[in-house]
């Protein structure tokens, strides 16, 4: 009866132990991001939603492609490491040494990977020509 018990309260022990390390080492994703236009001289467009949890599961995008922490020109910044506002390092309005300002960035990042897809026959709907197709309307 005591060796029952103590089988069953180890295997309830190691599954809380599991659980617990599985929600402290897990990465939230959101379903989606805003990217706003705050802090630019002029307001042209509305903001883009990134869908980027269908980037991270459905692409299988790996996060240090557009998170990043540039140190010597080489990115160190792995899964797990803290995620930075774009805007702690890219001015909004103006060039910054060779840190691009940020809607730069953004678009760099974006239409280069979305063009790359398309010219290797990978997607046929990764937007990058059109404005109108990532920034909603400006309301």
């Not at 949890?53 to 692409?59: I, L, P, S």
């Not at 080489?74 to 103006?94: F, Q, R």
């Not at 300002?101 to 990978?122: D, E, I």
Request: proline content about 4%.
């Amino acid at each position: 009866m005591k060796r029952k018990l103590l089988t069953i309260l180890t295997v309830v022990l190691s599954g809380m132990l599991f659980l617990a390390v599985g929600v402290l080492t897990a990465t939230d994703v959101p379903d989606s991001v805003k990217i706003s236009n705050t802090g630019y001289k002029k307001d042209k467009k509305g903001p883009v939603i990134l869908h980027h949890k269908k980037h991270h599961a459905d692409y299988k995008v790996a996060c240090a492609e557009c998170h990043h922490d540039y140190q010597n020109g080489k990115n160190v910044w792995k899964e797990g490491d803290p995620v930075k506002k774009c805007s702690a390092c890219h001015n909004p309005k103006k060039k910054q040494g060779k840190v691009p300002k940020l809607q730069n960035a953004y678009h760099k990042n974006c239409k280069t990977c979305h063009k790359a897809l398309v010219k290797a026959g990978k997607s046929k709907k990764a937007p990058y020509k059109k404005c109108n197709n990532c920034h909603q309307k400006k309301k």
